[in-house]
């Protein structure tokens, strides 16, 4: 017997209520017609807990349909009474008659997610202003204890472990063991925690890192507080840091390499046929063909005319 591919229908939820549409989940196909059964078949874990295989069959749609539905509402905090649920539910899946048709639905949640959207976002600004005066009153206080500097940025460094090693420049890699929290002792990441160290490119993190760390030397450990406006702004980076969050990171910079060069542009080795638009043939244009010579001559006079234009003038 075929087995017929399951499909979540409450990826029609997902769409209506909160912009997503879940893959369907499909059971696996049965074997072929006049195929061997698998030896490596897993055991039927409905085995001996239903009558039917109908109504194993159903059970199954049930859980996967309640645990779908369940991760969605709570992902989307949204409130919601689970025998309500269940009744309309079970009265639409059934066809009887409901309170409210499928349109009538959809304008509900649809205004039910535009509220939730909206209290999210006067409490993020009301956790980024509270971050803000917290914030500036740590740096005030913070920038008069023993040890700490103030770059003209400001941002504020100790250097907990002094090492005589090499310095990164602006495009180089790093190689660093961190722990990040907010200045109320939150801690929001660690690659201590994680036991493994993070490398990036310094131009590719938060002004706070790019400057700090080449203040640093390998083998040194700093600690910096970074402002907001050196941090991730009147953004911040949800769920774990709020608008103008001040920053504390403890570094322990490990290696420096140098960013990779892009690769050189090959060697031209083959000739290049160049074929005109469709407007450019229309006037008159003919297909070229440029012999690999050429086209390597072309291509070092044409990088030789950037390099040229691209000279800082006087």
């Not at 969605?72 to 009887?96: M, N």
């Not at 509900?108 to 956790?127: G, Q, W």
């Not at 063991?177 to 990036?200: C, K, M, N």
């Not at 244009?285 to 005319?305: G, Y």
């Amino acid at each position: 017997m075929k087995t017929l591919p399951i499909f979540l229908l409450s990826g029609v939820l997902a769409g209506s209520v909160m912009g997503q549409n879940n893959a369907a989940k499909v059971s696996p196909p049965a074997p072929a017609s006049g195929a061997a059964a698998s030896t490596n078949a897993p055991a039927d874990p409905g085995a001996g807990k239903f009558k039917t295989d109908l109504e194993k069959h159903s059970y199954a749609m049930g859980v996967l349909l309640a645990g779908d539905i369940k991760r969605q509402l709570s992902r989307g905090s949204y409130e919601h009474d689970p025998e309500v649920v269940i009744k309309a539910f079970s009265e639409a899946l059934r066809g009887k008659p409901t309170v409210i048709t499928d349109g009538e639905a959809n304008v509900i949640l649809r205004n039910y997610s535009t509220e939730i959207r909206k209290k999210a976002d006067e409490k993020r600004k009301e956790d980024g202003e509270k971050a803000k005066v917290v914030g500036e009153a740590f740096l005030a206080a913070n920038k008069s204890k023993e040890g700490v500097k103030v770059t003209a940025s400001g941002l504020q460094y100790k250097v907990l472990k002094a090492a005589e090693g090499a310095k990164a420049k602006g495009d180089d890699v790093v190689e660093v063991h961190y722990r990040g929290t907010l200045v109320d002792g939150t801690e929001f990441d660690s690659s201590y925690t994680r036991g493994q160290p993070a490398s990036f490119g310094l131009s590719r993190v938060i002004k706070g890192w790019t400057e700090g760390l080449q203040l640093m030397t390998v083998g040194s450990k700093y600690q910096f507080v970074i402002p907001s406006e050196l941090a991730y702004g009147q953004n911040g980076s949800p769920p774990k840091i709020p608008p103008h969050s001040t920053l504390i990171f403890e570094v322990d910079l490990l290696n420096v390499k140098p960013q990779a060069a892009p690769p050189l542009p090959s060697s031209v080795t083959s000739d290049i046929i160049k074929v005109p638009s469709a407007d450019e043939l229309k006037k008159g244009a003919q297909i070229e063909v440029i012999k690999s010579n050429d086209a390597e001559r072309l291509q070092k006079e044409a990088a030789a005319q950037k390099k040229k234009t691209e000279a800082p003038k006087p």
